[in-house]
């Protein structure tokens, strides 16, 4: 059974920061692309970052510079560090882990909200 597990998020002001956390169990989880989506009320789910098995990662434009997306294939965990945080990021933030077809799983999801 898969099951991904996110934790981290909570309420921080503007210009804060706050590290989440997803860990893996029930996959090969250095060889799945790890990735981070949010979706705020009212949008669609959106790509935040992503990491492949070979290392390589990108950002929505959104973040870029401001989030970076991290992983420990040791721990079957994902992280994704969120600085300079802005009340546009407020979303619930979703842990996504895919190998094609047949291996695409989610997190339930953790809710962060940026405070102005």
């Known amino acids: 059974q898969v099951q991904l597990e996110e934790s981290g998020g909570g309420l921080v002001q503007t210009g804060g920061s706050l590290r989440l956390s997803c860990v893996a169990s029930?996959?090969?989880?250095?060889?799945?692309?790890m990735a981070w989506y949010r979706q705020a009320p009212g949008k669609r789910r959106e790509l935040v970052a992503a990491?492949?098995?070979?290392?390589?990662?990108n950002y929505a434009d959104s973040v870029k510079g401001r989030f970076t997306i991290s992983r420990d294939n040791a721990k079957n965990t994902v992280y994704l560090q969120m600085n300079s945080l802005k009340p546009e990021d407020t979303a619930v933030y979703y842990c996504?882990?895919?190998?094609?077809?047949?291996?695409?799983?989610w997190g339930q999801g953790t809710q962060v909200t940026v405070s102005s």
């Open positions: 996504n882990s895919y190998r094609g077809p047949g291996g695409d799983y």
């Open positions: 990491s492949a098995s070979g290392g390589s990662t």
């Open positions: 029930g996959i090969s989880f250095s060889i799945y692309v």
